[in-house]
């Protein structure tokens, strides 16, 4: 079931991206451009709706802080959550990253089917990944994002629960937590008291400015005017000027943050292994990963001086088998390749295996602020102390 959905989803993207032009294509674009237009009008009407407290949000008592972006994917949102909480963490706070949980396994039928007849669903408490001290799931159970983040973080607690208001609920009376994180809400308005951070990448900052499904955006850009701080993501050495005043036009107030993704070190996946950077200098590797935009992950292994011999992508958030992962191995060795390279967040979903005849490794990677680094202070010091 999941293959064919990821087929359906890989085959919308091609179109939404312009990867395909058969007629076809050009069809389902005409389709999807009229579903865009009805789901923006859908959006809107949400946001009138809250704006209007016609649906009412809830106040938990603590700081609210939410980190998310206006587009699907690939502003590499995850980094970002983890510095926040790291430096709430050690600034004194006690923190909770609240997750949706996407595409983590659900609970069992019949415990949902139960819960609702029974009107038992606020009873159902979140699933716990971490307790600040100890992984309690695995990363089927939990979600890719929500374990990565939990693996990384040490006295952090991470929740998945898609009421997260219920989380935050559990959050501090079960953990005593006095910050909660909302892993990608930026959409998600039902707790009030809240700090508002957008991710934009620098490198696609609002795709082809389409909503979903005919583009990537969530939301219109104009709704950019929500946000508090705005983290360009993924600067290098290009300027930021042409965005930051595509930026100002619909938010004049916000700080903006401009970040970088920077490499760390390389680790093997099944080892635990740690090797510096300069091992991948004019070593031919293959590259393989399941995220929004693998060509970002592909480009950053060239500029660190690899040799890319053969590249493999799947769909975001992809699920791996046994068998994919020795299908890559046995073309990786064909094409010449001495090590296959993947990201840490598609890591987390290797199976097990036995071979050993070729390293496979992630890179891991840290945001590292370029400018702004004083705003990303006050946030820190404005979620504390306020």
Not at 15 to 31: N, Y
Not at 123 to 131: A, E, F, L, T
Not at 148 to 174: C, F, H, P, T
Not at 283 to 300: C, H, K, R, T
Request: aromatic content about 10%; some cysteine; overall charge positive.
């Amino acid at each position: 079931m999941w293959q064919w959905t990821e087929t359906v989803e890989q085959y919308i993207l091609d179109v939404i991206f312009d990867r395909r032009h058969d007629f076809g294509a050009r069809l389902t674009s005409a389709v999807l451009f009229g579903l865009s237009r009805i789901f923006q009008v859908i959006v809107q009407c949400r946001l009138w709706l809250w704006r209007h407290r016609i649906f009412r949000d809830h106040t938990l008592g603590c700081q609210v802080v939410s980190i998310g972006n206006l587009t699907v994917g690939g502003t590499g949102k995850t980094p970002v959550v983890e510095i926040f909480a790291r430096a709430l963490q050690q600034a004194g706070r006690r923190v909770a990253i609240l997750s949706r949980g996407y595409k983590s396994t659900p609970r069992p039928f019949w415990q949902r089917v139960t819960a609702k007849i029974m009107f038992q669903e606020d009873q159902i408490p979140p699933k716990v990944v971490s307790d600040g001290q100890s992984l309690l799931l695995d990363v089927e159970q939990a979600g890719d994002e929500p374990y990565m983040l939990a693996s990384n973080l040490k006295n952090v607690v991470v929740l998945v629960d898609k009421d997260r208001v219920k989380a935050g609920r559990y959050a501090i009376q079960r953990f005593g937590c006095d910050t909660l994180l909302l892993d990608d809400g930026f959409q998600y308005l039902a707790l009030k008291s809240r700090l508002d951070i957008c991710l934009v990448d620098r490198n696609n900052p609002f795709g082809n400015h389409h909503l979903l499904p005919r583009g990537t955006l969530r939301e219109p850009i104009s709704n950019l005017k929500r946000a508090r701080y705005i983290f360009i993501t993924k600067c290098g050495q290009f300027g930021t000027d042409k965005l930051r005043k595509a930026i100002r036009r619909y938010n004049d107030r916000a700080e903006i943050i401009e970040c970088a993704h920077q490499p760390l070190y390389i680790q093997d996946v099944f080892t635990g292994e740690q090797f510096p950077l300069s091992k991948l200098q004019n070593l031919d590797v293959a590259a393989l990963s399941g995220i929004a935009v693998p060509e970002s992950f592909e480009n950053g292994l060239r500029a660190l001086g690899a040799n890319v011999v053969y590249r493999r992508s799947y769909a975001d958030h992809h699920r791996y088998t046994q068998q994919e992962i020795l299908n890559m191995i046995n073309r990786s060795l064909k094409r010449g390749a001495k090590a296959i390279l993947t990201t840490e967040k598609d890591a987390v979903r290797y199976p097990k295996i036995d071979r050993r005849d070729i390293p496979v490794y992630f890179l891991r990677v840290e945001i590292r602020i370029i400018t702004g680094a004083k705003d990303f202070d006050d946030a820190v010091a404005r979620i504390c102390y306020r």
